[in-house]
């Protein structure tokens, strides 16, 4: 089916662990978006990119990496993760200037 | 540090009263989004403002874009306890959206 897929949905890890959060859009759209939320901050961007290859810095990129080798797919990996890192984490596809598509997010617990 | 700053945080009113929620920021944006989401769920973008004085209908919904394009207002007659939901408020700027806390509404049956 078109549209934003996130997987996994649910994760438990444990501290210092690597872990990769996968996102997937079938709509080519240029531009993909990292945000964690977490209760009382809303929506915070932790990474995003304009086309392949192209990534940048947002709010708090502190602790995750990010690669964009297809325009497809932008995974998120927390390198040492750790409990503050604990959060809802959602990718979005956007064309330039208009709506943002979320997926449906994954919960990341880390103990 | 949030851009943009959303009141009330948590609203509950009773079904068909109005409710407005209110998103403010000191900064200027090229256009200003609304999205609703409900548990477990992505946020669902419900308006785009551009143009600063700008309204627009949504069936019940009303929303305001402020001359100065820095602050928006969300209005809801009549709510319904399918309107219960958190909606959030997000100023786009170089290509990027920047989101409110988001404010919690709760419509009481």
């Known amino acids: 089916d078109a549209g934003i897929t996130q997987s996994p949905r649910y994760k438990i890890t444990e501290t210092g662990r690597q872990v990769t959060l996968m996102c997937h859009q079938t709509w080519s759209h240029s531009y993909m978006f990292w945000y964690r939320q977490d209760l009382g901050h809303g929506l915070r961007l932790i990474y995003y990119s304009a086309a392949a290859d192209i990534t940048d810095k947002g709010e708090v990129p502190d602790g995750y990496v990010v690669s964009r080798s297809k325009t497809e797919n932008f995974p998120l990996t927390l390198e040492s993760a750790t409990r503050s890192q604990t959060s809802v984490y959602f990718c979005a596809s956007t064309r330039a200037n208009t709506e943002a598509f979320f997926g449906q997010g994954t919960r990341l617990t880390v103990v | 540090t949030q851009l943009l700053e959303q009141s009330p945080q948590f609203l509950s009113i009773q079904e068909g009263e109005n409710l407005t929620v209110y998103c403010n920021s000191s900064?200027?944006?090229?256009?200003l989004q609304w999205y609703r989401q409900e548990p477990g769920e992505g946020p669902v973008l419900l308006v785009t403002v551009v143009t600063g004085g700008e309204v627009k209908k949504l069936k019940r919904l009303t929303f305001q874009f402020g001359d100065a394009r820095k602050d928006s207002s969300l209005h809801i007659t009549a709510a319904q306890p399918g309107d219960t939901g958190l909606y959030l408020c997000a100023g786009e700027g170089d290509y990027k959206l920047s989101f409110g806390a988001g404010t919690t509404v709760t419509v009481r049956a």
């Open positions: 900064s200027v944006f090229s256009s």
